[in-house]
């Protein structure tokens, strides 16, 4: 039994003073009981910007006044003596309290005592031994604390298939997606986007390829990726913020309208990317899941991502288009083996761990079958990061390339790798989640 008295954590460890409040963390992490339980005082008159993105908060109000404001929604709740509100859906919340307020806060996961609001009042995620509050990284970090199981394992010694817990489609955004579309996402992880850019952009965005794959500096930097053998470029990561042109891109409210509808929130750009699939030897890209890799590198908690992939060139079944299972977003394939250290400088070239074997292939198949990826220049695919995906090699003389834009919602930041000994570097996973303006 533990008995602990709130006066007794007075100016200890355990008692957290900032400018608007402060908290007495009554019960944390390594008290190993499933949640942690504080005492927050807020000052009057202040403004409280809160996003718990990793936890689920209650808050019991026991003295004082305040308003409370979703942020998402726009709704607004008065809170006084007896109220409590549940962020069960982990809204973007701001606390206004306009005498001193008292509250008792209750957080699962259960707060290890080491975490900080970032800029945006999110907590990290800190992965720890419960019982003794120490935050572990480094190949130790497979598992989040005993209370808050990982729901997606993965890197394990046998494969499984697990169901997903998180929407395809998340609440709390309109956009400029149709509701058929937006259903027709729902259920099979993916739309078509025909004729995103036209004539003109085309034309541009090519341009701006041709520069990037012949630029000397831009070859030599560590974000763009080589082919095995041709050492022909592959990839270049971060593309974003190397053109001005494609930083422009990543604004486009015909893109970023559609990733805040689908992800229900603000968003960052995760990664982005150009893709060359050059003729006669451009190579593929083996089946797998991207959430399987940002969560088992990137330290990704939840599948809340959203890809979109813009064709430059005319994609045909043969030239090394994109395939996708309708429907696999709504399983996650557990993967089997171990993350080796900088697994990242091998996986972009050619990705071994954290593909699924034959056996889960087949039967994922079997239950939602194929579907590729064609049409001309100027469409574009918007997938689910856990959609099943992969490309085979081109062998023909029609070269193929894309623009790749990866957008996380700022609810679902990263935190340490799930199943690898360090995150991989910030142009592969951005950790800047700083909203799009």
Known sequence: ???????ELTD??????????????VVLAKEDVGFSLHETVLDPGTVNDFRYANHIEAVVCIEGQGELLDKETGETHQISPGTMYLLDKHEHHQLRPTTRMRTICVFNPPVTGQE????????PLIVGDARNGASTSGSAAQTLPSAMPDPYPTRTSSPRLIERIHPTVWPGRTGPITP????SHARKGFHLIPGLLDDEELQLYRDELRWLSTDPRVKADERTIVEKTSQEVRSIFEVHKISDRIGELVKDPRMLGRAQQILGSEVYVHQSRINYMPDFTGAGFYWHSDFETWHAEDGMPAPRAV???IALTDNYPFNGGLMVMPGSQQTYACCVGQTPEDNYRKSLRQQ????????????MANEYGIEQFTGPAGSALIFDCNVMHGSGNNITPFARSNIFIVFNSVENVLTTPYAAPAPRPPFIANRDFTPIG
Do not use: C
Request: aromatic letters at 6%; charged letters at 30%.
């Open 1 to 7: 039994m533990i008995v602990r008295s709130f006066d």
């Open 12 to 25: 200890t460890d355990r008692h957290v003073k900032t400018p608007n409040w402060q908290s007495k963390r």
């Open 116 to 123: 900080v609001h970032d800029e945006s009042g999110v907590y």
């Open 180 to 183: 058929d579309d937006l259903a």
């Open 307 to 309: 890809s979109i992939s």
């Open 352 to 363: 071994d761990i954290g593909t699924p074997d034959h056996d889960t292939l087949r039967a």
